[in-house]
């Protein structure tokens, strides 16, 4: 159980969501206008809209992936609201996020103390991954929210309240049914380690009803019966089933995919600075204040906080095909609110620690680590939208009634103008990506089969790397990489150019992404 006085201490709950949307809010001010990027414009965008425009649960401008509706249903009540534009989705995914930190602020408030609990939501709202991700309309930062509020009714044995976060969490994505079930697990493992009298928890568990743990599974049950029902498919179309489960159930795919979430959870964008600091900490004494030694989070607490992160670190790893790192935003704050409190019960000067923390976070913004990493995950993606913004309205204005050649997302981009890159539909001709034998199969070569119909082409970095990235020269990674995780390397402009046999007649750069226009050269008749 949580003391009533540690609940009882602390700003006024709505103040920390006022002044936590107001900070997020003006942070990203220059981003709330930006058209739509990557999966937005693939998925979420698309579905939310049908639902907008239609009322259909089930959407039908795009293939359903059987994502569970509620963050759609969310943003189609605020277009009805408030108008469909860019900046009122991201606003209302910014108040999605602040609901998220409020959750955690309660949790880490109710778990550690104030101190704790204001360092703790600083910096994963700092977090580069968490900050980006705060205005983008996805699902896995509101899943997040659910799981902290969720995660708090839990530890203070309000057993439907958490079952009633859990459910919203699962309604939000599929995999937040993960927290309530590790829960369950760890609670039927702790009542059988008590029953051995085996000290692994703090205080009693008499008051749980773990059973309540397992209701988020009927409304997700309901989900997916109503998913079948409309399309014939449980989870989601057979190509977006086969990507992200049949193919990914692979012994070596599961162990490296295993040692990529582990270093989201616990290395990614600089967490690695924080990991090692709670490492060097444990080996000092607790220190001591006036009341005594300071108190470290209850076991009981800690436990049930480490079940989350076991199951998401070994489901994600089983399950996903694209290793993306916002899969983990449920359970990364946890790991910073573990280490920070940790940090504050042994470091004497922890507050600089953190400071420092902090402001690794803040140039995680704009500076890009010397590893893969996908544009999501830091302010990349700005440039990635602004890139594509200005080469698809050269594109319109200069070959407005063009077929194009090109790859999703942009193929999604030219055709869809209420994703905010071009004001009229453009026909396209699609391929898989930019890599040397995409385009030349897609110039007819060498086998001097006829070209696809295209006159123009737009080219693009599908993926932010360094120049020199680690790694790099270790070839059987190379190879794992591309027979797992469906790596390729983008041919650039120029050379695209050379292989579909054009001219390049646009290209840009900015912070190793690069786009480029390609004007095909058509051969001319002899005449007689």
């Known amino acids: 159980m ?3 006085d540690q609940r009882a201490r602390g700003p006024h709950p709505a103040l920390v969501f006022v002044l936590t949307f107001a900070a997020l809010l003006a942070l990203h001010a220059p981003l709330l206008r930006l058209p739509y990027f990557w999966d937005e414009a693939g998925y979420y965008i698309p579905a939310a809209r049908d639902l907008w425009l239609t009322g259909s649960l089930i959407p039908h401008s795009t293939v359903s992936n059987a994502h569970p509706p509620l963050v759609m249903a969310y943003l189609a009540l605020w277009w009805k609201l408030a108008g469909f534009a860019p900046i009122v989705t991201r606003t209302a995914m910014l108040l999605a996020a602040s609901f998220a930190l409020l959750g955690l602020f309660r949790l880490a408030k109710a778990v550690a103390n104030l101190e704790v609990a204001v360092a703790a939501t600083v910096l994963t709202a700092i977090y580069p991954v968490f900050f980006a991700q705060s205005s983008l309309a996805h699902l896995d930062l509101a899943a997040a929210g659910f799981t902290f509020w969720g995660l708090r009714a839990y530890l203070q044995s309000r057993g439907w309240q958490s079952a009633l976060w859990f459910s919203l969490a699962s309604l939000t994505k599929e995999t937040a049914i993960l927290a309530p079930l590790a829960l369950f697990a760890w609670d039927v493992l702790a009542s059988t380690a008590l029953s051995a009298r085996l000290p692994v928890r703090d205080g009693s568990n008499e008051n749980r009803n773990s059973v309540l743990l397992l209701v988020p599974l009927l409304p997700l049950a309901a989900w997916y019966g109503f998913h079948y029902w409309r399309t014939g498919f449980v989870f989601g179309n057979p190509e977006f089933f086969r990507y992200n489960v049949a193919a990914t159930v692979h012994p070596l795919r599961i162990l490296l995919s295993l040692l990529i979430r582990l270093w989201q959870t616990f290395g990614y964008f600089r967490l690695l600075m924080l990991t090692l600091a709670v490492v060097f900490a444990m080996w000092l004494r607790p220190l001591r204040d006036p009341d005594g030694e300071r108190p470290r989070i209850a076991l009981d607490a800690q436990f049930a906080m480490l079940a989350v992160i076991v199951a998401y670190v070994f489901a994600m790893a089983l399950v996903g095909g694209a290793e993306l790192a916002r899969y983990m935003l449920p359970v990364v704050p946890l790991v910073i609110l573990i280490g920070v409190s940790t940090l504050w019960r042994r470091v004497r000067r922890w507050r600089w620690l ?10 995680g913004w704009f500076t890009n680590p010397p590893y893969g990493f996908a544009p999501e995950d830091n302010l990349a993606y700005r440039d990635y939208i602004r890139l594509h913004q200005r080469a698809e309205e050269f594109l319109e204005a200069r070959y407005p009634m063009a077929r194009v050649l090109t790859a999703w997302p942009a193929s999604d981009e030219l055709t869809h103008p ?12 699609r391929i898989e990506n930019f890599a040397a034998g995409q385009l030349t199969a897609a110039a007819g070569l060498p086998s001097g089969e006829s070209r696809p119909d295209f006159a123009v082409a737009l080219v693009f970095s599908t993926k932010d790397e360094p120049a020199h990235p680690l790694l790099e020269n270790w070839e059987l990674w190379q190879e794992w990489k591309t027979r797992f995780f469906g790596y390729h390397r983008d041919v650039p402009p120029a050379t695209a150019a050379q292989i579909l046999g054009g ?3 646009y290209s840009e ?6 786009i480029g226009v390609i004007e095909i050269q058509r051969p001319v008749a002899a005449k007689n």
């Open 2 to 4: 949580i003391p009533n």
């Open 354 to 363: 953190v400071a420092l923390l902090g402001l690794m976070f803040v140039a």
């Open 503 to 505: 001219n390049l007649v």
């Open 509 to 514: 750069t900015r912070n190793q992404e690069w």
């Open 418 to 429: 209420y994703l905010g890159y071009v004001t009229r539909p453009m026909q396209v001709v």
